[in-house]
């Protein structure tokens, strides 16, 4: 019934504007009185107090500027602000998958042989993951977490599950790399694939980082980084190449912790 008249209305106003316009300003104040009342979220209006102070913020400034001001800006400024927060929402997010793991226990991302071989590493191998799009809110995570770097000879970049990597990561990435070649570290990068390595050929990095430390499986990077801190792991197999397929059976060299 009432979509029936707002068309109505539209209809007349549009076609019939000479006929209506000996109408009463009141009147048509009126209707717009009840349009308004009616276009009014009344069911959230009663749960305001009970959402987050900066919904309610956006709420009733949207409100007062329709009132006070026009419903054009109104609504422009309420989506601009509601994105604005909504994306820095998401940059938070993200920066919680950017991870730097130095313990095989905690890195729940490792499968059994990545884990036995993180392990023989003793702290000297530093895994940089990353997971998810990152977007430029996620450059002060990867720069925050640029600071464990420091206890490692090797860091391995895991792009693996990085699906896209924005200019403003990019560049934070770019300075990570940068600054632990300048300290003498190695840093290898798995699974840079599509995009995400396009967006790296463009930015140089594979001129920083020689072609022999671009992997696309942790593993291997694993085994490369294990070689370069200590070269009597050189001779450690594969998963496919323990003895009856059991990784426990080989006999490691025995490595002294940080040694």
Same mark, same amino acid.
């Given at each position: 019934?009432?979509?029936?008249?707002?068309?109505?209305?539209?209809?007349?106003?549009?076609?019939?504007?000479?006929?209506?316009?000996?109408?009463?300003?009141?009147?048509?104040?009126?209707?717009? %009185?009840?349009?308004?009342?009616?276009?009014?979220?009344?069911?959230?209006?009663?749960?305001?107090?009970?959402?987050?102070?900066?919904?309610?913020?956006?709420?009733?400034?949207?409100?007062?500027?329709?009132?006070?001001?026009?419903? @054009?800006?109104?609504?422009? @400024?309420?989506?601009? @602000? #509601?994105?604005? %927060?909504?994306?820095?929402?998401?940059?938070?997010?993200?920066?919680?998958?950017?991870?730097?793991?130095?313990?095989?226990?905690?890195?729940?991302?490792?499968? #059994?042989?990545?884990?036995?071989?993180?392990?023989?590493?003793?702290?000297?191998?530093?895994?940089?993951?990353?997971?998810?799009?990152?977007?430029?809110?996620?450059?002060?995570?990867?720069?925050?977490?640029?600071?464990?770097?420091?206890?490692?000879?090797?860091?391995?970049?895991?792009?693996?599950?990085?699906?896209?990597?924005?200019?403003?990561?990019?560049?934070?990435?770019?300075? #990570?790399?940068?600054? #632990?070649?300048?300290?003498?570290?190695?840093?290898?990068?798995?699974?840079?694939?599509?995009?995400? +390595?396009?967006?790296?050929?463009?930015?140089?990095?594979?001129?920083?980082?020689?072609?022999?430390?671009?992997?696309?499986?942790?593993?291997?990077?694993?085994?490369?980084?294990?070689? @370069?801190?200590?070269?009597?792991?050189?001779?450690?197999?594969?998963?496919?190449?323990?003895?009856?397929?059991?990784?426990?059976?080989?006999?490691?060299?025995?490595?002294? +912790?940080?040694?």
């Amino acid at each position: 019934m009432y979509q029936a008249f707002r068309e109505m209305v539209l209809v007349v106003v549009l076609g019939a504007a000479r006929l209506t316009q000996p109408i009463p300003m009141a009147v048509l104040a009126g209707i717009a %009185l009840k349009v308004g009342i009616d276009i009014l979220d009344w069911s959230f209006l009663k749960r305001s107090h009970k959402v987050s102070l900066k919904g309610s913020i956006i709420m009733y400034g949207v409100l007062l500027l329709t009132v006070f001001v026009d419903l @054009i800006v109104a609504v422009g @400024i309420g989506v601009f @602000i #509601a994105n604005i %927060l909504t994306i820095e929402r998401l940059s938070e997010m993200q920066g919680e998958e950017v991870k730097t793991i130095t313990d095989a226990d905690d890195a729940i991302v490792l499968n #059994a042989e990545e884990k036995r071989l993180f392990d023989l590493a003793n702290g000297r191998v530093l895994l940089f993951y990353l997971s998810g799009p990152m977007i430029f809110g996620v450059s002060k995570a990867i720069a925050r977490e640029h600071s464990a770097m420091a206890d490692s000879d090797v860091v391995i970049m895991d792009l693996s599950d990085v699906p896209m990597l924005g200019v403003t990561a990019s560049l934070a990435l770019e300075n #990570a790399i940068k600054d #632990a070649v300048d300290k003498g570290r190695q840093v290898m990068i798995v699974g840079a694939a599509g995009k995400v +390595k396009k967006r790296l050929e463009k930015f140089g990095i594979f001129q920083i980082i020689p072609q022999h430390n671009l992997f696309s499986e942790r593993a291997d990077a694993l085994r490369q980084a294990l070689v @370069i801190v200590n070269p009597s792991y050189a001779n450690i197999p594969t998963s496919r190449e323990y003895p009856q397929g059991d990784e426990s059976s080989y006999d490691y060299p025995i490595q002294p +912790k940080n040694a």
